[in-house]
């Protein structure tokens, strides 16, 4: 007897209600059930990092804030880490204290402005009204502190641009006190609330291996119960007097199973988490200058002169952000620039969580790895004369870089 | 029936439409207030969804290409028909129903699945996967909560003949005008009253369900399939639905009102004639805002949207079991006390 399928095709975008930003997701389903899925993305390519050639280190920082509009400090913080490696340039200590606070502050936000989605996404408006109100809080203390609600423009090569005054720290204590508080109200709507507990147990799991095997980073990795954050392995910045550790779903609930409910908890905790890190920055905020040097000609001169390589990984709210700079003598531009940003590592764990997921549960299971899809497009080949856009495949790009060895080679 | 009586019935009807068309409305609009204000927001003006409907109504009217336009476009009639006709059955207070029988509660209960069913051929028809998607899940909450809801109306209905056996009430126990001369809670004891009140209780969570609203919305549900049923729908076509849904809100409510809290104002406040008439009439409306409120604005802002397998658990054990347990306690009241 020949083989019938019951299954059909249902796209899921490139602009759908259930997704924030634009990314093809084709699913064959039977039923309700997902059974295969392929993804499509390019949807969103800027030509970021090729306009990042274009122009000089300091004038990159305020592109690299626009690759994300959520963690938008993360990627200047990165860059500007990467670009001091390579320079050789020493960031003062006070410095160091005000990025770890800002990068928290927005952390913190960021988890926030997650759990809205989620809670927008299980149907449940309320929760994600709420919980966008209380995330006006803390955007409003990182509009005092650095003037700018989104891109804060805090970011300098070799330090900050802004210092964080007696004010500042009292207005960050209060806020953070307040977010204490608010913090056992999120935990009881999101943990303790049996109608998001039945959206999101042992809904969209990524186990253990699969998690290490599609090498996710961030709270998609943690809530697998893979202990792995930047803040924790590598330690830069203030973190390293911090001992910040990895926060896994095994040492809040005493259980990893891997599904969005934990991805929930882990990034909850997360925000305690950071409120404690930025108490403790605060106290010991060390005195001293905030940037190497002031002066812009003068570092524009340092970094022309400079020369080398330069890689940087940091934990942003998503998970590991990478960045690769490279500085040539002589050279005012950034010779080259590669950004990885999180979401980029976790979006092959969609396979695995979606396998067997119901058509309820899709965007949910999307959205349970915070996507940043724009910050993630790399590459669009286009032909104009044709007016098409083709995908590379394995084949495609293996082929491309080894001409491009034997061309470099010879 | 003479012709005076016949263009009377067709007056009332006129009437009641237009009633319908803007109390529903109304009431939308008070139900969207609330429901932001629960949320700390400021909400819509209250006359936002008139606008909605002259907007809806001006907008061009889109039939996909590969759908099947007679059922797509009639959809949308009937279910907005189906729902007012409902309220024809339905006695608002002093004002007795413009349309009765023996079998009214019956009938309401067809007429109660013909919107959902007319939304399904309109899902069907419209030839999309999304749309397609949302039928079925329509569908399978229908299978649902039609169990609950029809043991909710024999209880009721049982119970009208027991009491009072072979009288005009037993003999019209399906009929609404019945339930609103003889309130069922007169007679029953303590254990019938916890058995109605657990009755009651699953007929507020079957109203959810039959309006598709939170946590029951998922044959619509946007964030997942961008609208459901809905999403081929524009123009005069998404309007009509928009109208049968604000008229199914209220018949659906007013429903509760006239079978659970069948009471009046007027003799209490001991007025007569016409006065008592309007009265009665305004604090039919009254009640029915309530339950509204209770049961659909309250619940659709406290809980997330179910799966539609959880929905179905929900329907065929909780709630099932709650409506039979109400129907087997009202039983248990009637001959054993």
Same mark, same amino acid.
């Given at each position: 007897?020949?083989?019938?399928?019951?299954?059909?095709?249902?796209?899921?975008?490139?602009?759908?209600?259930?997704?924030?930003?634009?990314?093809?997701?084709?699913?064959? /389903?039977?039923?309700?059930?997902? *059974?295969?899925? #392929? !993804?499509? %993305?390019?949807?969103?390519?800027?030509?970021? =990092?090729? $306009?990042?050639?274009?122009?000089?280190?300091?004038?990159?920082?305020?592109?690299?804030?626009?690759?994300?509009?959520?963690?938008?400090?993360?990627?200047?913080?990165?860059?500007?880490?990467?670009?001091?490696?390579?320079?050789?340039?020493?960031?003062?200590?006070?410095?160091?204290?005000?990025?770890?606070?800002?990068?928290?502050?927005?952390?913190?936000?960021?988890?926030?402005?997650?759990?809205?989605?989620?809670?927008?996404?299980?149907?449940?408006?309320?929760?994600?009204?709420?919980?966008?109100?209380?995330?006006?809080?803390?955007?409003?203390?990182?509009?005092?502190?650095?003037?700018?609600?989104?891109?804060?423009? /805090?970011?300098?090569?070799?330090? *900050?641009?802004? #210092? !964080?005054? %007696?004010?500042?720290?009292?207005?960050?204590? =209060?806020? $953070?006190?307040?977010?204490?508080?608010?913090?056992?109200?999120?935990?009881?709507?999101?943990?303790?609330?049996?109608?998001?507990?039945?959206?999101?147990?042992?809904?969209?799991?990524?186990?253990?291996?699969?998690?290490?095997?599609?090498?996710?980073?961030?709270?998609?990795?943690?809530?697998?119960?893979?202990?792995?954050?930047?803040?924790?392995?590598?330690?830069?910045?203030?973190?390293?007097?911090?001992?910040?550790?990895?926060?896994?779903?095994?040492?809040?609930?005493?259980?990893?199973?891997?599904?969005?409910?934990?991805?929930?908890?882990?990034?909850?905790?997360?925000?305690?988490?950071?409120?404690?890190?930025?108490?403790?920055?605060?106290?010991?905020?060390?005195?001293?200058?905030?940037?190497?040097?002031?002066?812009?000609?003068?570092?524009?001169?340092?970094?022309?002169?400079?020369?080398?390589?330069?890689?940087?990984?940091?934990?942003?709210?998503?998970?590991?952000?990478?960045?690769?700079?490279?500085?040539?003598?002589?050279?005012?531009?950034?010779?080259?620039?590669?950004?990885?940003?999180?979401?980029?590592?976790?979006?092959?764990?969609?396979?695995?969580?979606?396998?067997?997921?119901?058509?309820?549960?899709?965007?949910?299971?999307?959205?349970?790895?915070?996507?940043?899809?724009?910050?993630?497009?790399?590459?669009?080949?286009?032909?104009?004369?044709?007016?098409?856009?083709?995908?590379?495949?394995?084949?495609?790009?293996?082929?491309?870089?080894?001409?491009?060895?034997?061309?470099?080679?010879? | 029936?003479?012709?005076?009586?016949?263009?009377?019935?067709?007056?009332?009807?006129?009437?009641?439409?237009?009633?319908?068309?803007?109390?529903?409305?109304?009431?939308?609009?008070?139900?969207?207030?609330?429901?932001?204000?629960?949320?700390?927001?400021?909400?819509?003006?209250?006359?936002?969804?008139?606008?909605?409907?002259?907007?809806?109504?001006?907008?061009?009217?889109?039939?996909?290409?590969?759908?099947?336009?007679?059922?797509?476009?009639?959809?949308?009639?009937?279910?907005?028909?189906?729902?007012?006709?409902?309220?024809?059955?339905?006695?608002?207070?002093?004002?007795?129903?413009?349309?009765?029988?023996?079998?009214?509660?019956?009938?309401?209960?067809?007429?109660?699945?013909?919107?959902?069913?007319?939304?399904?051929?309109?899902?069907?028809?419209?030839?999309?996967?999304?749309?397609?998607?949302?039928?079925?899940?329509?569908?399978?909450?229908?299978?649902?909560?039609?169990?609950?809801?029809?043991?909710?109306?024999?209880?009721?209905?049982?119970?009208?003949?027991?009491?009072?056996?072979?009288?005009?009430?037993?003999?019209?126990?399906?009929?609404?005008?019945?339930?609103?001369?003889?309130?069922?809670?007169?007679?029953?004891?303590?254990?019938?009253?916890?058995?109605?009140?657990?009755?009651?209780?699953?007929?507020?969570?079957?109203?959810?369900?039959?309006?598709?609203?939170?946590?029951?919305?998922?044959?619509?549900?946007?964030?997942?399939?961008?609208?459901?049923?809905?999403?081929?729908?524009?123009?005069?076509?998404?309007?009509?639905?928009?109208?049968?849904?604000?008229?199914?809100?209220?018949?659906?409510?007013?429903?509760?009102?006239?079978?659970?809290?069948?009471?009046?104002?007027?003799?209490?406040?001991?007025?007569?004639?016409?006065?008592?008439?309007?009265?009665?009439?305004?604090?039919?409306?009254?009640?029915?805002?309530?339950?509204?409120?209770?049961?659909?604005?309250?619940?659709?802002?406290?809980?997330?949207?179910?799966?539609?397998?959880?929905?179905?658990?929900?329907?065929?054990?909780?709630?099932?079991?709650?409506?039979?347990?109400?129907?087997?306690?009202?039983?248990?009241?009637?001959?054993?006390?």
């Amino acid at each position: 007897m020949a083989e019938y399928s019951y299954s059909y095709k249902i796209p899921v975008g490139p602009v759908h209600p259930g997704l924030k930003e634009p990314i093809h997701l084709s699913f064959e /389903i039977e039923g309700e059930e997902v *059974v295969n899925l #392929d !993804i499509k %993305t390019g949807w969103v390519h800027r030509g970021i =990092e090729y $306009l990042g050639l274009q122009r000089n280190p300091i004038q990159v920082i305020y592109l690299a804030e626009r690759i994300c509009g959520i963690c938008s400090v993360c990627h200047a913080f990165c860059f500007a880490r990467a670009v001091e490696s390579a320079a050789g340039i020493e960031v003062p200590l006070r410095a160091e204290y005000i990025r770890t606070i800002i990068a928290e502050l927005e952390r913190i936000h960021s988890h926030i402005l997650w759990a809205g989605v989620a809670a927008h996404l299980m149907g449940f408006d309320s929760l994600f009204y709420y919980t966008w109100r209380v995330r006006e809080e803390v955007m409003d203390v990182l509009e005092y502190l650095t003037g700018n609600r989104v891109n804060y423009g /805090i970011l300098a090569i070799g330090g *900050v641009r802004r #210092d !964080i005054t %007696t004010d500042g720290a009292a207005k960050i204590r =209060e806020n $953070l006190e307040s977010y204490l508080g608010l913090f056992n109200r999120l935990v009881e709507a999101f943990v303790e609330d049996p109608s998001v507990r039945a959206r999101t147990r042992d809904i969209g799991v990524l186990t253990r291996e699969e998690a290490i095997e599609t090498c996710a980073v961030g709270p998609t990795a943690r809530a697998s119960g893979v202990a792995t954050d930047v803040r924790q392995d590598q330690p830069y910045c203030a973190y390293a007097d911090l001992e910040v550790k990895a926060i896994t779903p095994e040492a809040i609930t005493g259980e990893t199973r891997g599904d969005v409910f934990d991805k929930a908890v882990v990034r909850l905790f997360e925000i305690a988490q950071s409120i404690e890190i930025i108490e403790k920055c605060l106290e010991g905020l060390p005195e001293g200058k905030i940037s190497a040097e002031d002066k812009l000609p003068r570092l524009l001169n340092q970094l022309k002169k400079a020369s080398g390589e330069g890689i940087s990984s940091i934990e942003a709210p998503r998970g590991e952000d990478y960045h690769y700079v490279r500085l040539e003598e002589g050279e005012a531009n950034v010779t080259a620039w590669k950004v990885r940003a999180p979401t980029y590592a976790n979006i092959p764990s969609w396979f695995p969580m979606m396998k067997g997921a119901q058509i309820a549960d899709i965007p949910l299971i999307v959205a349970s790895i915070d996507p940043c899809i724009s910050c993630t497009d790399r590459v669009t080949v286009v032909d104009r004369k044709k007016g098409t856009t083709t995908v590379l495949t394995e084949e495609d790009l293996r082929r491309l870089c080894v001409e491009k060895t034997r061309r470099m080679l010879r | 029936m003479t012709i005076e009586v016949l263009a009377g019935k067709l007056l009332a009807v006129v009437g009641i439409t237009v009633f319908a068309l803007v109390c529903g409305l109304f009431f939308k609009g008070i139900d969207r207030i609330v429901a932001a204000r629960m949320q700390s927001r400021i909400g819509p003006p209250l006359w936002q969804p008139y606008w909605d409907i002259q907007k809806l109504l001006l907008k061009e009217t889109v039939v996909p290409e590969n759908a099947i336009p007679w059922i797509f476009n009639g959809a949308p009639i009937l279910a907005l028909i189906s729902a007012i006709t409902i309220l024809l059955y339905i006695p608002m207070g002093g004002v007795g129903p413009v349309l009765e029988g023996r079998g009214d509660l019956i009938l309401i209960l067809y007429l109660f699945t013909l919107p959902a069913v007319a939304m399904v051929a309109g899902g069907f028809a419209s030839g999309s996967p999304y749309a397609a998607v949302g039928s079925q899940r329509e569908m399978v909450t229908m299978m649902s909560y039609e169990f609950p809801l029809a043991a909710v109306v024999i209880t009721l209905a049982w119970k009208l003949w027991a009491a009072y056996g072979a009288g005009t009430a037993g003999f019209y126990a399906f009929s609404l005008s019945a339930f609103a001369d003889y309130p069922v809670w007169g007679s029953v004891g303590i254990v019938g009253g916890i058995g109605l009140l657990l009755t009651l209780l699953a007929l507020l969570v079957v109203t959810p369900a039959e309006l598709s609203k939170v946590p029951f919305d998922a044959p619509e549900a946007e964030e997942e399939l961008a609208g459901g049923l809905l999403v081929e729908y524009s123009g005069r076509n998404l309007a009509l639905f928009y109208l049968g849904e604000a008229v199914k809100t209220l018949v659906m409510s007013a429903l509760i009102v006239a079978l659970f809290f069948p009471y009046n104002l007027a003799p209490v406040l001991g007025m007569g004639g016409t006065g008592a008439l309007v009265v009665d009439f305004v604090f039919f409306w009254v009640k029915t805002l309530v339950v509204m409120l209770v049961a659909v604005t309250y619940v659709r802002i406290a809980l997330a949207r179910l799966k539609v397998d959880q929905i179905a658990y929900l329907y065929w054990v909780p709630v099932l079991g709650l409506s039979l347990g109400g129907l087997a306690l009202v039983v248990i009241d009637h001959f054993l006390f």
